[in-house]
């Protein structure tokens, strides 16, 4: 999905490819389109879409994702939109 972007590098979406037995939840709830299941395993394709809603990681069967749902640097980001604030996100880079 290349038409709807989040903010670029930023989410906080993983991916634990190992543990991920391709069941295609995440592909289902991702109301971005951001995963997709090919060859019995889950691959993000377009990251900077996610918008960190955390419908994948709760309806992973087995814990294969993981994403801090309304927090993170985009987060930080949009409050430092409104609010005027410097972003401070806690990740330990530069937002």
């Known amino acids: 999905m290349t038409t709807l972007r989040y903010l670029d590098n930023v989410a ?3 991916l634990d490819a190992v543990t ?3 069941c295609g939840m995440c592909q289902s709830v991702c109301p971005h389109g951001v995963l997709v299941v090919s060859e019995r395993k889950a691959r993000i394709i377009e990251r900077d879409a996610c918008i960190e809603c955390g419908a994948c990681a709760r309806n992973c069967p087995v814990a294969a994702l993981t994403v801090k749902a309304g927090v993170g640097c985009a987060s930080a980001i949009i409050h430092s939109w409104l609010t005027g604030e410097a972003p ?3 990740c330990g880079g530069s937002c």
């Open 88 to 90: 401070s996100c806690d």
């Open 12 to 14: 906080t979406l993983q």
């Open 20 to 22: 991920c037995i391709g």
